[in-house]
């Protein structure tokens, strides 16, 4: 039993979390840094993807992540991309037949909120690397200087939850704690090598409990709720002058900040509390930006409305509940209202282990809804985990869903993956068959997991 | 023969708070009862069974099965479509000992600053109204084992054995068990290192003996036979141990004289000792100390790497109590840790319950989906689960074995407490949620704050009056 992460989770590292969403065109995204005296993007992704067979995966129940389901249907897909969607209808000549009889198949399964890498396992004090955690603004770092890729999380994300996009956010003590990072879960010697291409940064905003009490714990500001948005609106104030200024000088953080204003870094805000979640909204209209998703959110349900009409996400965990004081109006039915309300509704995972069985919790919180009579289709559940985290992170482009010319980012399970009973039989990334729990060589083992214990088992 | 509400009418939102008025309306009682029609899974590890039948009279269950006669003076409900299970039993949670993990007031799951630490008695700070209780019991947990957590010594203080029955009385057996933490936790709390907590705890266990030798304490009055099913008493009066004598203990003592009386009846194996570890090497250090301590009647706690060490585990006879999903190597402890540790630890003979499981967060009404989750394994090459009845006996017949009450609780067989579930469908499919819960054959109610939020919230009207205005 886990009395160590008994202690973290109430007493603070996962007390400490975050989120963002806007409708950006991701292909500015790479506009944001200035280019470094190489005349390059700093840290840019190297990520390829790596080879694929022709595929074309047949007979099985098909749900696009965009609400569409296709019973004994065929998604074919080649040089990565997906090319083709359809019933058993459609050609499969020159393609790879994999019978999905009786199986599903989905998007690969998105996690918006995740800390793999930057508080990776062994959760060791070397390894927490999540939150810079010594000034309420830290808007010039980056996830990405912190991730360790060799964090065997990764592999188990891929293998137990289909997991092949993912958004690194720095940590919540912070009320903006840096830049995230979206990437590919591919196993990679460097970050770059895992960075998604043309992904648009994030940026991880927090409200309420966290920073008043890392700050307020050691006498300083912010101490209060007030404290909170005080300093926040100095700051806007502040980035505003110097994004509408010369920009010559090189400031780390007033760059990030005005790729928040220019609208090409996305915010991702840490908040609980309705209340709150509608104070934010207004500071981000008076600052003259907009807010991507409010994570965590386990009050959004009594703002369905607000969050609606302002476009925002609200990301959510399925029923996690009274483990501090702003989650103890929680409800299982949150994502149900939320979808109710035809307000965006993506369930994340703030947790190394929620990571493995997203697919779960969205069919919990789909669950919840449907005994309060609500009608939701199992197909707009699936984009809860798929296309709804992609929008929100600004790369629906390109994955989070099935359709022709997107990323083949697809996962084939072994049964409905709304089912406690399911997990998926092989994950494609880009086309390239990454995990196959039909081959035990087909599944990463990170540098730590070499000559230990249980190197690769199936975990 | 009265014939109670059909059981499907009660699933839609209006009937089940007009119920749940209806319930409010008149004190909590008894009833007999028989469930008819419905899928049985009896908890004790066999494969659930289709059109079967239970009874509950006088609180008990007197029969389960598919061909069982309904006696006529009964009420029957019709169990068509659904599920009905024993309750769950939460092996090792903190129930009703917080309202809000972060909110250090309302919460008692440790003293890291207390003088005293295996005295320490759950019992006392127990609250039966907490919201937590309120959800479990809605998510069909109806029995847990609950712990105090090591904070101010490797030694967390004595568990109890407790229904989530919405009445006063919580506490089922005070002091069921003592808690300690050996393995990095146990380590840092004793000074830094194995070597410490176990010299602590082999010198805490000597002063026990010695102390309860001296004082003519005594401890329980029951078996001393490790493994042996505990017979005493639930109905247990004041702790006899925490009262006042003069015995003089050396100067060297260093444990205090509630502490060391504490553990008097741990060091007789008298009251269950739970030993939370989880390297394969530390196990191997808790299961020896019976060498030294041949009555310590031990239950390990944690134990990712327990596969690691499963015969030797399942030689001992020692049950283990593991949180199944934990894959991840979290820690240098948890290095082998697997989703397969249950099924391979089950398959070498250990007697395993899941629990443990992180609390605030991961709730013990999850263990469904945790169970759940050992059956899926079943079907992935290389990995070890459990069959659907061994994966439910991990949350209701052997968890309550475990605490001493094999037989009588988490299991549907005659003479067993009449904790019973009615689901909506397969109890560890996600989908599936209770839809009546019975303690002692008593229906419970299954409101809280969360359900009343979630009504007070079904639509955002507010053109007439506020929210607050909607209760």
Redesign the interface.
Known sequence: ???????L???GA??LAACTTTGTDSDSATATPPLGADGEVPFASTYDAYPGAPTALVGATVYDGAGGRIDNGTVLFRDGEIVGLGDASLATDGFTRIDGSGKFVTPGIIDIHSHLGDYP????DAHSDGNEATEPFTPHVWAEHSIWPQD??FS?ALA?GGITSLQILPGSANLMGGRSVTIKNVPARTVQGMKFPGAPYGFKMACG?NPKRVYGGRGRSPSTRMGNFALNRQKWADARKWADGERDKRDLGMETLAGVLDGEILVHNHCYRADEMALVMDMAREAGYKVSAFHHAVEA?????LLREEEVCSAIWA???????E???????NAA?LQQ?GACVVIHSD???GI??LN?EA??A???G????MTIADADVISWVTLNAAKAMGVDAMTGSLATGKMADIVLW??DP??????PEKVWIDGALMYD??D?KRKPVSD??LG???EG??? | MKRLPAIAALTTPTALAAFALALAASPLAAQDFAITNATVATGDGSAPVENATVIVRGGQIVATGENVAVPGDVRVLDGSGTWVTPGIFSAVTTLGLWDVGAVSQSNDQAAGDAPFSAALDVATALNPASQHVAVSRAGGVTRASIFSRPASSIFGGQGAVVDLGADPNMVMRPRAFQMIALGEFGARLAGGSRTASHTLLRNSLIEARDFGGETGIDGRGGPSRRGAERTVSDDLGPDNRLQPNRTERGADALLTRFDAAALVPVVRGEQPLYIVVERASDIRQALALTREFPALDLVLVGASEGWLVADEIAAAGVPVIADPLDDLPSSFEQLAATQSNVGRMAAAGVKVAIGGLTNGIEQPRNSTQYAGNLVALTRVPGASGLSWGEAFATISSVPAEIAGFGGRLGVLAPGAAGDVVIWDGDPLELSSAPIRVFIDGVEQPLVNHQTRLRERYRDLDESDLPKAYDW
């Open positions: 039993m886990t009395l160590r992460a008994t202690i989770a109430v007493g996962l007390a396992s062994p959760s060791v065997p999380g188990r137990n409990e349900y009594k703002i369905g409305d029923d996690w509940y009274g483990f501090k004081m989650s103890y109006d929680g409800i299982p039915e209202l309300a947790d190394e282990n493995q069985r779960q069919a919990k789909a669950a919840a449907r005994r309060m009579g072994n049964g709304l089912s406690v009973y399911s997990r729990a039909m035990p730590f997991e230990q214990p249980g088992d199936v975990k």
